[in-house]
């Protein structure tokens, strides 16, 4: 009967997998202690295994706390990720245009500061949608949220990081026009090509991360 409880919810759940096999886990070994203390109390097996899933509640019942802290670990992997890639890929792109022998940045200068301007706007929506769900649990309790952030932070998150990624993309479309003599340079076409796989894998992040958060 637990191992069936464990899987209906398992199935209602929607999220990162690894988290989810670790809440169903953690889930499957509270019930297993509580039947546990129930047999030791002198109940039988079945009636034991009864009462510790009738005490876990039902699936209606305990979905909606799992479901929100799957959220919540779905958002902080997006928007780290976020913090992690945009300041990354944008950084390797300075460094490959100072070392490009094509670059030609007197070209646009008016272009560069408007790229600035969106990578800028880009991380700055990656930092605060970090801020709205707590990069770790250390974090989210000392702001008072807890190991799990409240569902409205989640859907400011999600929010935050699709917004903030067509400014990415956009900035370092710009980017390209302000010295497109640079892309002549074979590892800029490397790092066009990484970058656009960045950003898709981001992009899939956060409407994953904007799905889970209506659905809550």
């Avoid at 959220?71 to 976020?82: F, G, S, Y």
């Avoid at 700055?124 to 702001?143: C, D, E, I, M, T």
């Amino acid at each position: 009967m637990i191992d069936r409880h464990v899987a209906a919810l398992g199935a209602a759940l929607r999220g990162p997998a690894a988290a989810r096999d670790t809440l169903l886990a953690e889930a499957r070994a509270g019930l297993l202690d509580t039947r546990a203390a129930y047999v030791a109390a002198g109940w039988p097996d079945a009636e034991a295994e009864a009462q510790a899933v009738r005490e876990f509640g039902r699936i209606g019942e305990v979905w909606p706390s799992f479901q929100e802290e799957l959220n919540a670990v779905q958002a902080r992997r997006t928007a780290l990720a976020m913090l992690v890639c945009i300041p990354g890929t944008t950084m390797v792109w300075h460094v490959l245009y100072e070392v490009n022998p094509y670059q030609q940045w007197g070209a646009a200068p008016h272009l560069l500061l408007l790229s600035a301007f969106f990578l800028a706007c880009a991380v700055f929506k990656s930092f605060v949608a970090g801020l709205a769900v707590g990069l770790n649990g250390g974090l989210a309790h000392r702001v008072g949220l807890g190991w799990r952030p409240p569902p409205l932070n989640v859907r400011v998150a999600a929010a935050l990081a699709k917004s903030a990624l067509p400014l990415y993309v956009v900035a370092l479309v710009v980017l390209g026009l302000a010295s497109w003599h640079a892309l002549w340079w074979p590892p800029m076409w490397v790092a066009v090509a990484v970058t656009l796989v960045a950003a898709r894998a981001l992009m899939r992040s956060a409407r994953r991360c904007a799905h889970l958060a209506r659905a809550a």
